[in-house]
């Protein structure tokens, strides 16, 4: 046993080794939030690429078709006369997005969707609808590319009337309600992509600068009425569309503040998805804000707290007012 | 003598740490609650929204109605400033309006809920309310008479 223990030799005290670590532990509280926002950066970049390549197949349908594809088409007795003429006939119809499959390198799957004799949910339909398709997703989203309707993103739990892909984007209805006469799928928006009907670029009196064609969308946790926990939200194939009366990151979305220990239908009508629809609007998980892309094509990330009545200008298509948000 | 001098440094360095930590929202806000109520009966499942309007700056804000009262408290509360404020209430309806939709379809519609407040109370609102920014939780009854 050699005794080396000497007072003298160089080394460090414990109070020098606590605070050289208490120093490097400060530094990497520093750097690590640095790095997660850059990586979240990174993320948004892709969304926002991925809101362009959406419109830019829309206006390839609009060249192509001579008309942008309806928002969303849904007919039913229940709309009230006052909505607007629509068929007496139910009919749940597909979305813009289904539309575009063939302009966004989905092809095959748009081939597999019997457009003209089915609904949305019915038969080989469903499968397709459960198809996550990436274009329409943004990787910010912690729940990106879960299944909706049905068990949390299990595939397929249910029967086919559950489980759908999910959309992170929505068309922009305009700045009225969804609902008309207490039916979501209000026939009169004033935006571009709303119900029943389509419009053409040159309907835009306000300018394709000016007026929102998509907007970011989010997913919330809820409970389906016969399958228990499900996540609730837009899915490509049909009703993804949004009206900005809502505001962006709204009281009922995730992560504007939705309350979702609150379940205001708790024990009677548990019809948690209609209730998402309700409440629901433009979101997402960026901090501050969410992506929007203009008719043009431009993609702009449109602030939380931006007024509500300059929102609201952004999203009519012929409004009449000048906006210069962006200019 | 080094040990005072390296707290010293600590102290200054968590300081810059949470000098970054404010309020950078470009409007004023309050915490608004009360209670909600139609022809004298609580609202028990509804929503409330407030639009800024006659210049006051800032996003739609508002919460949902359980049990006939809210609070709205995310991102600060309401903008302060003058709204309009649009109330909505929901119950629930047979699945009649859908009968002709396939069965398994019709279970995932049945219970929609219906609003049922008369349209002066939402699509074309004439409530209005006032949010002060003195007060740091403010409350806002709404007695709703047809």
């Known amino acids: 046993m050699q005794t080396t223990l000497n007072s003298n030799r160089p080394g460090f005290t414990l109070v020098e080794l606590l605070v050289v670590i208490a120093i490097i532990g400060i530094l990497v509280g520093m750097l690590l939030p640095a790095v997660q926002q850059v990586r979240e950066a990174a993320r948004r970049t892709q969304c926002s690429n ?30 009230p006369s006052s909505c607007g003429p629509v068929d007496t006939s139910f009919y749940n119809g597909w979305g813009w997005a289904a539309k575009v499959l063939p302009f966004v390198e989905q092809n095959n799957l748009a081939s597999s969707i019997n457009f003209r004799t089915d609904n949305y949910f019915n038969n080989a339909n469903w499968k397709a609808t459960a198809t996550v398709v990436e274009t329409f997703l943004c990787p910010s989203n912690p ?120 379940d205001p239908i708790d024990g009677v009508g548990e019809n948690r998805h209609n209730e998402y629809w309700r409440e629901a609007g433009f979101s997402s998980w960026h901090p501050g804000g969410a992506n929007f892309v203009l008719a043009d094509g431009s993609v702009h990330y449109i602030s939380e707290n931006i007024d509500q009545s300059a929102l609201d200008n952004l999203a009519t298509r012929d409004g009449g007012e000048s906006n210069n948000a962006f200019n | ?50 639009y800024p309007k006659d210049g006051t700056k800032g996003p739609v804000s508002g919460g949902p109605i359980k049990d006939g009262r809210f609070e709205v408290k995310t991102k600060g509360g309401v903008p302060v400033g003058n709204h309009s404020v649009k109330i909505q209430a929901f119950q629930t309806t047979t699945a009649k309006q859908n009968e002709d939709l396939p069965p398994e379809v019709a279970a995932d519609f049945s219970g929609d809920l219906q609003q049922f407040l008369p349209q002066k109370f939402n699509t074309n609102t004439e409530l209005t309310a006032e949010v002060f920014s003195s007060e740091k939780r403010q409350q806002l009854d709404f007695d709703l008479q047809d």
Request: with cysteine.
């Open chain 1, 50 to 79: 991925r809101f362009r390549q959406a419109s830019i197949a829309l206006q390839n349908y609009e060249s192509a078709n001579k008309e942008l594809p309806p928002g969303m088409f849904f007919t039913s007795t229940a709309f």
């Open chain 1, 143 to 262: 729940e990106a590319g879960a299944l909706l309707e049905c068990c949390s993103g299990k595939s397929n739990g249910g029967s086919a009337t559950q489980d759908r892909a999910p959309s992170n984007m929505a068309g922009v209805h305009g700045s009225n309600s969804l609902f008309c006469g207490g039916v979501r799928g209000n026939p009169e928006g004033n935006g571009i992509l709303f119900n029943y009907y389509s419009t053409r670029f040159s309907d835009i009196q306000d300018g394709q600068s000016n007026t929102l064609l998509i907007g970011e969308v989010t997913e919330v946790p809820g409970s389906h009425p016969s399958q228990g926990p499900a996540l609730f939200g837009n899915f490509w194939s049909n009703w993804a569309v949004q009206s900005t009366i809502e505001g962006v990151n709204g009281p009922g979305t995730m992560p504007g503040g939705r309350d979702i220990t609150i």
């Open chain 2, 1 to 50: 003598m080094h040990s005072i001098r390296l707290s010293g440094l600590l102290v200054v360095c968590v300081s810059i740490l949470l000098s970054g930590c404010g309020d950078t929202r470009p409007f004023q806000a309050t915490i608004v609650h009360g209670s909600v109520s139609f022809q004298g009966t609580p609202i028990q499942n509804g929503e409330i929204r407030f």
